[in-house]
């Protein structure tokens, strides 16, 4: 199971950071990832992040402020915003799959989301 928090309200600028705390002890094993959905938008990608940490891809609008990160002896992955601005606020969810992928298709569990609201 996969449980996405840290999400809330920012002004335009400001910064937050999500959490994703997953259940099980085959957590390292799985790559991580960031999708957010907007309103009557598709679930688009965010970042994501190799088993091990060494590589991590992120999607074009989060490139330059978006940081993910993992730290797999507390089966916990982080996504570390700065600069937020309007068209940034979205459900966020995490994901694992068993590939180091940037589509939705390779993420087999999904947690429940997040809501990420900014005021401009």
């Known amino acids: 199971q996969l449980q996405a928090s840290g999400g809330g309200l920012v002004q335009a600028g400001g910064s937050l950071r999500l959490s994703c705390a997953a259940s099980g002890r085959t957590f390292r094993s799985y790559a991580m990832g960031w999708f957010r959905q907007a309103p009557g938008k598709e679930r688009e990608f965010v970042a994501a992040i190799s088993w091990n940490g060494e590589s991590t891809s992120y999607g074009d609008s989060a490139k330059g402020r978006f940081t993910i990160s993992r730290d797999n002896p507390k089966n916990a992955v982080y996504l570390q915003m700065i600069s937020l601005k309007p068209e940034d606020a979205a459900v966020y969810y995490c994901?694992?799959?068993?590939?180091?992928?940037?589509?939705?298709?390779?993420?087999?569990?999904w947690g429940q989301g997040t809501l990420v609201t900014v005021s401009s």
């Open positions: 994901a694992a799959g068993l590939l180091f992928a940037t589509v939705i298709e390779r993420y087999n569990y």
